[in-house]
């Protein structure tokens, strides 16, 4: 019956894939549009290379700081009004950036952008914890991940084109200002995947009636009792308590999480850094970036295969080991004749174990949330993720200034180890293997 009942809401998934990955792939695709946009802005408007650097980070620092209050909202209007509004608040922040007078407004414009980006993650993602089933849930989630990897890696590329046709800077963000009200029209105009996945659950959960006798029967109730009463709306207990009451998962699962945020931020960073360091020119540099990425996306779907087949242990403890043992090879390389042909090399195990990671830390949370009321939960725990992937830069440009480039990438592999010793320690505890019978969450 689980089996049967699984197949059938993967079904529906798959009819409701417009409305579930477009919203996500249209935003990414203005976001990864914009990304490169940012410092040139920033320039323009007088800013040194550090406060260019800055309005980037800006991203990030709004979606540390958003991914409670998101938690809220979307426990109090739903994931379908949450990406609404949040659309609606990126689409100001887009208009910001466009007409800013000064660098503070382009500052405030990005950091409203990295909010929405926050509540945009944590609506999808409580849609995913609550409806999904647990059987094909990593796979459902990898393709997330890859969806929203795709749009940052092609809209770059829309980016370039637009620049060449219009020759204007802001061209990028009338584009992702068109792709955001694009994002509201298919959100609020296309069917309601809560809706409808909420719908298919109760369908497929129905009692039978039958016809040869006056009693109605049901496969689900307990025996002797009739068709069960419509349960009652969970009591809502606030993101503060929510984290409270999960705190030991969130302190010690959540660190594991929070370790493969911080590794798969550094390796956005640490390659194209490192590659400088050796004196390669861009056109070098971008080339092992981009095999990296390549092998990276490569392999998104096949994360959630393994997932959903094996265990989510396999894929991240697989991934933090590969990460770990790439960034500690990668600075014991720097000084040998060879060092750019194992830059090569070691780009390319990056992006496999980054690849194998694939939508990891978005199915660990959708498991780990409480199946009545997620957003909430899942809002703390994608703030310890972001805040791993915020500590990064600042880790390796301060160790970089105090000693060198060597020794910041071999701590950021040693922070890859600990992500794996606390994947291998607690997986297991908070995580059934799939097969095991899983009571009520």
Known sequence: MGERSGLGASGVVGRLAPVIYGPTLLFSLGEGAVLPLLPVLATRLGADVATAALVGTMLVVGELLGSIPAGALV?????????????????VGVLLMAWAPAILTLLAA???VGLSASAFGVARLALMATRVPFEFRARALSLLGGTHRLGL????FLAAGLLALTRSETASLWL???LLAAVVALVLLGPDPEVVLASSASRSTRPRVTTTTARTTTTDAAPGSDVPDAPEAPERIGVWRTAWLHRQVLSRLGLGAAALSAIRSARQLVLPLWGVSLGMDAEAIALVVGISGAVDFALFYASGQVMDRFGRLWATLPACLLMGAGFVALALTHDLSGAKTWFLLLGIVLGLGNGLSSGSLMTLGADLAPRED??????????LTSAGGAFTPAMVSAVTAVASISVAVGLVGLIGFAGAAAFWRWIPRFVPAPGTRRGPK
């Open 110 to 112: 990005a950091l409203l």
């Open 153 to 156: 890696f092609i809209g770059p």
């Open 374 to 383: 997620p957003a909430p939960f899942l809002g703390s725990w994608r703030t």
């Open 176 to 178: 992702f200002a068109a």
């Open 75 to 91: 426990a109090r209007i739903g994931e379908r009004w949450s990406m609404a509004i949040a659309a609606g608040v990126s689409f």
